[in-house]
């Protein structure tokens, strides 16, 4: 699927107007109607504006994926460990989604001694 059927089928699944997804990402509703019929390509600073107004990667906007967001790997990830499966199916629930989404895009450039200090404040949050 090309760029203009994508961004007009997430703007449509987010019920969104062209008017309201123009004014989202600080462009006039004839810019996201030339977006989403002869080509018009926005620029990198308003792709990730659009990305992130309609909850999906940047991949995914541009047809390089099918995955629309790096959480739903994560979430369709098969385990045979029964205690990841367990977490897994908990924050694909509707609310803690949005929650994973965050901490993955704070967390995702994290060293491995910043990844031990997060995990030891979370140990001493739990006592």
Do not use: H
Not at 3 to 17: C, D, H, I, P, V
Not at 54 to 72: A, F, V, W
């Amino acid at each position: 699927m090309d760029f203009a059927k994508r961004l007009k089928k997430l703007r449509m699944e987010s019920g969104l107007t062209q008017k309201e997804l123009a004014k989202k990402i600080g462009v006039s509703r004839a810019t996201v109607a030339g977006y989403e019929t002869k080509g018009k390509e926005p620029s990198y600073d308003t792709l990730i504006k659009i990305a992130k107004a309609l909850n999906c990667s940047l991949d995914y906007l541009t047809g390089n994926t099918n995955k629309r967001s790096p959480i739903d790997e994560i979430l369709n990830y098969d385990t045979d460990d029964p205690e990841l499966q367990e977490i897994i199916d908990e924050l694909s629930k509707g609310d803690k989604r949005e929650q994973l989404r965050v901490v993955m895009q704070k967390t995702k450039n994290l060293t491995d001694e910043d990844i031990e200090l997060v995990l030891n404040l979370i140990k001493s949050i739990e006592k």
